[in-house]
């Protein structure tokens, strides 16, 4: 299956079109709603609850952006939508509300965020949530093992990998080493059979999403765009941006 047009036709707004200046935070509806304004596709996380419920959120733990402090899978939806935001009265969706907020206006490009155990929990829920869904939706992660639950559950909805040259630094010091290598190159691709790729705007040009671009005709999305330089590199050698901080001109 190859990728459609609608995912590269427009630049991607990184968590929703926020600018916490204006009280617009990442992933929150008003970034939402400023993204479909703009008609910008739209990039939003997703978050596993204890209950098995899927929440629109980066991070696995609060504190950053909101009141409180406690990883996500330890709490419930309910408990999530309680909670406080720092610079916004709007509240925390799921991915339902998402959804129904969009309502197929823009495309969505979903993260399938990863604790890297195996946990197929989350993607369970996003199938079940897209299944009524009938706009335009791609799902993405960082772990090959969600990307490859995607395939297995969901077929029919393209899938990606987010992906970087190297995973050497302190973000990924979780990891087993195994995990890690697993990760580089995307060596994976044949069992995970992804549509596309999102690969680090920093860590462009590189082999890896030169061949699945040039050779096996894989998108190349570019994350995440906030400079002038990074914009040209992403024009240079990519099919389109995932961008934050600014508002492109197209």
């Not at 910008?40 to 909101?66: K, N, P, S, Y």
């Not at 490009?109 to 604790?115: D, G, Q, T």
């Not at 897209?130 to 559950?153: C, H, I, N, Q």
Request: a neutral charge.
């Amino acid at each position: 299956m190859r990728a459609p047009d609608w995912l590269t036709a427009r630049p991607v707004a990184h968590r929703g079109l926020h600018d916490v200046a204006r009280g617009v935070v990442e992933n929150m509806p008003g970034a939402i709603d400023a993204a479909i304004a703009g008609r910008f596709a739209i990039e939003v996380d997703i978050q596993l609850t204890g209950d098995g419920e899927a929440m629109v959120h980066h991070d696995e733990a609060l504190g950053r952006l909101t009141d409180g402090s406690g990883k996500l899978i330890d709490k419930t939806a309910a408990e999530l939508k309680a909670v406080a935001f720092k610079d916004t009265g709007e509240r925390m969706m799921t991915l339902a509300d998402l959804c129904a907020r969009v309502a197929g206006r823009v495309p969505l490009v979903i993260e399938v965020k990863s604790h890297f155990d195996g946990d197929r929990r989350l993607v369970k829920r996003m199938a079940e949530v897209l299944e009524g869904y009938s706009g335009p939706a791609v799902g993405m992660s960082f772990d090959p093992d969600k990307v490859l639950a995607l395939r297995e559950t969901m077929p029919k909805l393209l899938r990606g990998i987010v992906a970087q040259r190297r995973y050497d630094n302190g973000y990924w010091a979780e990891l087993t080493s195994a995990q890690r290598a697993s990760m580089l190159h995307l060596r994976h691709g044949f069992r995970t059979e992804p549509h596309f790729i999102a690969f680090w705007i920093d860590q462009l040009p590189a082999p890896a999403p030169w061949i699945a671009r040039n050779i096996f005709g894989c998108p190349l999305l570019a994350w995440t765009v906030r400079t002038e330089g990074q914009r040209a590199r992403a024009v240079r050698f990519a099919d389109q941006m995932i961008f934050e901080g600014f508002l492109p001109e197209t």
